[in-house]
């Protein structure tokens, strides 16, 4: 390996060259080279293992910081136990605490923080996007980053700003590198969302994007075909809420072209608080 260099713009340089690449992650405090490792720090197989003594590594061998691991669990084991866990907070304090103390979802170790919420969650309208991106992921909240700065400004085509209505993802950590969130990783945080939802009580869900949409309202179809249409989505105690799925904003980043439709959205938005529609 090269010495890494000292001085300060050609380390802002390498640390530019790592995120560029998709590295955002630091695992241990140096790097190490697994192909010039001692065949001794393997594991030893099976039945080596139970006839000879576990060999110790060799002093010289660096010892990687470990990450905490998740609590161990089928994933339908630790959802259910998610389930048990969010039902008891009896308001979003507390469910931020029991979501802060919850280790059954492994995006927790990698995450820098918890991104529970924004806004105010006394608001008729509450938002919900995928899951952290790297700016949220850093400052503890949801929709920090570019897509936070264009949900804001489309908010404010409609008269409203953060004040005025609540924001959460269906994954309150970050996915590393900015990754989908998987099925498992879902489920295991959905009761929590769905528990959110529930204390929060909004009039009406904006769903930001397919994932969100897909997960809270059941629907398969692509977000393409469900934005702008109203559905409802139900509450565990059986209340109703109106639910409308729109473009991630995102997407409409990439394909700017599309804000038309993410402002048509906005609009049906602005009419069901007005009782116009
Ligand atoms: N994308 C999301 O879905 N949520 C965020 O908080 C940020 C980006």
């Known amino acids: 390996m090269q010495d890494a260099p000292s001085d300060r713009d050609a380390l802002q340089t390498l640390l530019d060259f790592h995120v560029e690449a998709g590295v955002d992650l630091a695992l241990d405090e140096t790097p190490h080279n697994r192909f010039a490792e001692p065949k001794a720090e393997r594991p030893p197989a099976k039945a080596a293992a139970q006839t000879s003594a576990p060999k110790a590594p060799p002093p010289s061998a660096p010892s990687p910081r470990a990450l905490p691991k998740a609590a161990a ?32 979802c ?30 949220e992921d850093r400052i503890g909240k949801p929709f920090m980053g570019r897509s936070g700065q264009l949900l804001d400004r489309m908010l404010a085509t409609i008269g409203l700003d953060r004040s005025q209505v609540y924001v959460a993802n269906i994954v309150p950590w970050r996915p590393p590198g900015n990754r989908t969130p998987t099925p498992q990783e879902v489920a295991i945080c959905k009761p929590f969302i769905a528990r959110q939802i529930e204390l929060a009580s909004p009039e009406f869900l904006l769903c930001l994007g397919g994932p969100a949409a897909q997960n809270l309202l059941g629907i398969k179809d692509g977000i393409l075909r469900t934005r702008g249409r109203w559905f409802t ?27 038309r439709l993410g402002w048509r959205d906005f609009q049906a938005l602005r009419r069901a608080l007005d009782g116009r529609e």
């Not at 084991?77 to 979501?99: F, G, K, N, T, W």
């Not at 170790?109 to 952290?132: C, H, I, Q, T, W």
């Open 106 to 135: 492994a995006l927790k170790f990698s995450a820098k923080n918890l991104a529970f919420a924004d806004g105010n969650p006394e608001g008729r309208v509450m938002l919900v996007g995928e899951a952290p991106g790297a700016d």
């Open 233 to 259: 989505y139900k509450t565990e105690d059986g209340r109703e809420v109106r639910a409308l799925p729109t473009l991630h904003p995102a997407y409409l980043l990439r394909q700017p072209l599309q804000k």
């Open 73 to 104: 669990g089928a994933p339908e084991e630790v959802a259910s136990m998610a389930r048990e866990q969010a039902r008891h907070a009896q308001s979003l304090e507390e469910l931020e605490a029991i979501l802060a103390g919850f280790d059954g």
